[in-house]
């Protein structure tokens, strides 16, 4: 017995040490395919990193962007140093680091699942039932984490949801190891830690540490056993809060966490212009210098490369979200359809949806026992929670990655089948092919990836800038390129220019006549623009 215990060790062992490799090696394949590419929301994290490093606080409290991720990245930047041509790199090297980083939290969540329902489950179903075996939890896991951090979240976009993916990852292993038996003072001050840092790499995480901590006091057969613990927790994940909170309140005037969710609530739901907003109560709007092409200057009082862009909530202020039926209808419609189109549309979850229904409805009244689900509730309602809390707005792939992930590993954990030598066969087969699919989806996604577009470009076009006289800090204006859809802001970032003032319909300025543009262009001027770019 001793013996084939260990050739099983050793066996999962190397399964995960394959699984470890194939996973750094897919992540660097893509982060380096990636590597010149840069999205809007990147400009603004650059720049906002900047912020803190030079100690400009004014700049630095946003309430629209968190700010570990900019931490990461600014002091990357001010470490390395790179040049204009290696900027853009550099920040996709560190989305490279973040995702070993989560990788590694990944492994740890599986190692607590699977050795918390070694124990319980020996104890409860093993000799009635069929179940998913160890080595099927660690190839299904590392197949799902590999194609939801891929594909749905990936390291091309400058964001931080790789990061909140591995708080999630930590704080779901945690929670289980609370609900274990080896759970103890030190456990619940990690759990309160990393849902204070999760926050601070996301507003979303407040709201969510909540569901965490929630779900962490009611995971005991007693409440009251929990509560001292958890209170330790909250207060510890409050104490790494509140300084963003407070700092974030004193700048809004008004109590606040962050209003990303707030802002997107006014697009989404209430049909506000998410650029150039307008509405009773505006207190910063945009202004607007020119009718006809529509033309705008937002160059003070907010900084960075864009301002439009830099602090979204800033042009929002003073709008207050309203609650509209057909809006709010409308926006979780919009959610429910992102949803069907992902669990059922693309193949690699069609195939698995249909695996699990399978398995599934083969042994429906063991799978639907009582205490079945126990061993991993907390998980499912941490996920369910978090895909609730988006489809009230907006739902990307990338803010739901990680808990896709958890969704999944909570579904197949309540497989029960009748005991036999067919139904073991039977989960065997259906978890290799869900995990041999993931896993050619991963690497077909990266291996087709086209090769990175745009930063050479983008580089040239600063250079140029700069050998027409456009120097570093420079205030500009664009006609044609709009900085938030296209590359504008990307070029701007890469020459430390910053753009103040827009022409939004370049195609009305180009096609009016020429007193008309003479006088769009006096309007520009006045705006301390050195050039307008196009």
Request: aromatic share 14%.
């Amino acid at each position: 017995m001793t013996i084939a215990m260990g050739d099983k060790n050793f066996g999962l062992k190397w399964l995960r040490i394959l699984f470890w490799c194939a996973a750094i090696a897919l992540g660097a394949v893509d982060a380096w395919a990636a590597r010149h590419t840069m999205n809007p929301d990147g400009i603004s994290y650059l720049d906002l990193g900047d912020a803190y490093l030079r100690g400009d606080w004014k700049m630095a409290i946003n309430a629209y962007w968190s700010p570990l991720y900019p931490w990461l990245v600014g002091l990357s930047l001010k470490v390395l140093k790179p040049s204009p041509d290696w900027e853009f790199p550099v920040v996709h090297l560190v989305n490279f680091v973040i995702y070993l980083a989560a990788l590694a939290s990944f492994e740890f969540f599986l190692r607590t699942l699977t050795d918390y329902r070694r124990k319980r489950g020996n104890a409860v179903c093993e000799s009635e039932d069929a179940r998913l075996p160890e080595w099927a939890w660690w190839l299904l896991g590392y197949s799902l984490f590999i194609w939801s951090s891929l594909i749905l979240i990936g390291t091309k976009l400058v964001t931080p949801d790789m990061c909140v993916a591995a708080f999630v990852y930590l704080a779901c292993g945690l929670l289980l190891r609370l609900r274990g038996a080896t759970a103890t003072w030190r456990t619940f001050v990690l759990f309160g830690i990393v849902l204070g840092f999760g926050y601070l790499a996301k507003a979303v995480m407040f709201p969510l540490a909540f569901v965490f901590l929630a779900v962490a006091m009611f995971s005991f057969e007693g409440t009251w056993k929990a509560e001292p613990g958890v209170l330790i927790s909250t207060l510890i994940f409050l104490s790494i809060a509140s300084p963003l909170i407070i700092s974030l309140s004193h700048a809004k005037g008004r109590l606040t966490f962050g209003d990303s969710a707030r802002v997107a609530y006014e697009v989404y739901v209430d049909g506000v212009d998410l650029m150039i907003p307008s509405g009773n109560g505006l207190k910063h709007p945009v202004k607007k210098i020119f009718e006809s092409p529509p033309t705008y200057e937002f160059g003070e009082p907010i900084g960075g490369t864009y301002p439009l862009w830099y602090d979204t909530s800033y042009w929002h202020e003073g709008i207050k979200p309203y609650f509209d039926l057909n809006g709010q209808v409308q926006a979780i419609k919009t959610s429910l359809l992102f949803y069907c189109a992902l669990f059922f549309s693309h193949f690699t979850q069609l195939f698995m949806s249909v695996c699990f229904l399978i398995l599934f409805a083969t042994g429906a009244r063991r799978s639907l026992g009582p205490n079945n689900g126990a061993a991993v509730w907390p998980v499912l309602i941490v996920a369910i929670s978090a895909l609730g809390l988006y489809s009230l707005a907006l739902v990307e792939s990338r803010y739901i990655g990680a808990f896709v992930c958890l969704l999944w590993l909570g579904a197949f954990s309540v497989v029960r089948l009748p005991a036999s030598q067919l139904s073991n066969r039977l989960i065997a087969g259906v978890v290799i092919a869900v995990a041999a699919t993931t896993c050619f989806s991963a690497v077909w996604w990266v291996s087709r990836k086209p090769p990175a577009q745009g930063g050479p470009a983008w580089s040239e076009a600063a250079q140029a800038l700069s050998e027409k006289g456009i120097k570093p800090e420079d205030k500009v204006a664009t006609v044609g390129v709009e900085p938030y859809g296209g590359g504008g802001a990307y070029w701007a970032r890469l020459a430390k220019i910053q753009i103040i003032a827009q022409v939004s319909e370049p195609e009305r300025f180009w096609a009016a006549d020429l007193s008309t543009q003479s006088r769009v262009i006096e309007a520009v001027a006045r705006t301390g623009a050195k050039a307008i770019l196009t």
